[in-house]
């Protein structure tokens, strides 16, 4: 039996019923204000659900989702999100996730043509380009994994190199970036080795980085 709109009201209430039962006043405290030490930016694909699969509850991470994870400097819905997380919230760790089997990663990969989409996936083929001479070096059913690893470590060196980045380290915040990917086929998150806490740790992060991914590819 498939799920209905009304079920999702129907467990959504039992939820709230169980959460207060367990945690009284659980919602009453959150009502007054959210104090996240996490900001995660991860894929829209629904296999991913950012609080689920880290054991974090309501409160607990500030979250920006789009199509394969990107951080394009244009884009101020996510440049908006990542201001208010840091500058407001103060997050203290900011995770760039993506995924294995992501479409978005596929599509690009394999130039595939999808509509309105192509636009924004075209972020990622830049990315492929960079990296074509990595791509081919490794066995063709490894190319898809491994252009997700590379676009992640590709997006957190841009969200590093954004201006809400940059001024936040340059006034001595203290908020750390880092880049996992995440198995939908283990359901196990995976360090990439690719974090950073200010903008002199970069540059290093970035050849280790894509060093050890290849590698681990090959
Ligand atoms: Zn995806």
Redesign the pocket.
Known sequence: MSTTIKDLFTHNRAWAAEMERTRPGFFSGLEKQQTPKFMWIG???SR?PANQITGLEPGEVFVHRN???VIVHSDLNALSAVQFAVDMLKVEDIMVV??Y?????IAALEGARIGVADNWIRHIQDVRDRHRSQLESVAPDKRGDLLVDLNVVEQVVNLCVSTVMVDAWAKGQKVRIHGWAFGVHDGLLQDLGASVDGTEAIEPMYNRAIDGIVAKYR
Do not use: K, P
């Open positions: 894929c829209s694909d991913v199509v394969a994870n993506g995924h089997r992501c479409g978005g990663v």
